[in-house]
Nanobody, 128 residues
Framework: QVQLVESGGGLMQAGGSLRLSCAGS????????MGWFRQAPGKEREFVAA????????RYADSVKGRFTNSRDNAKNTVYMQMNSLKPEDTAVYFCAATSLGGGSYRVFLSTSDYAYWGQGTQVTVSS
């Protein structure tokens, strides 16, 4: 089992940048594939980005491709999401998630139902 804690959210003007962090507990952090999701008020939670256990495979939602970048540091049990060129439509609560589903070191998971472990979320607000 892994516990996740996000940080780094805040208020930013459009065009600015933020970096979210997600710290995981446990010595087996590197065995989990990770994902980022977001949920805006009145909307369903949606996929933002995912990366494999190894970090060698990543996938991004079309809405953030080219602006957001994932990375992970297994030695620090932490994953990051660098968010550049922020837009008002990026405003949401951002969640990191972990899954122990199989499929090898390079598989990524895109659905909320794939993930068993979730952080509490961090608010990102982008003003126009």
């Amino acid at each position: 089992q892994v516990q996740l804690v996000e940080s780094g959210g805040g208020l930013m003007q459009a065009g600015g940048s933020l970096r979210l962090s997600c710290a995981g507990s446990g010595r087996t952090f590197s065995t989990y594939a990770m994902g980022w999701f977001r949920q805006a008020p009145g909307k369903e939670r949606e996929f933002v980005a995912a990366f494999s256990r190894s970090g060698g495979s990543t996938r991004y939602a079309d809405s953030v491709k080219g602006r957001f970048t994932n990375s992970r540091d297994n030695a620090k049990n932490t994953v990051y999401m660098q968010m550049n060129s922020l837009k008002p439509e990026d405003t949401a609560v951002y969640f990191c998630a972990a899954t122990s589903l199989g499929g090898g070191s390079y598989r990524v998971f895109l659905s909320t139902s794939d993930y068993a472990y979730w952080g509490q979320g961090t608010q990102v607000t982008v003003s126009s």
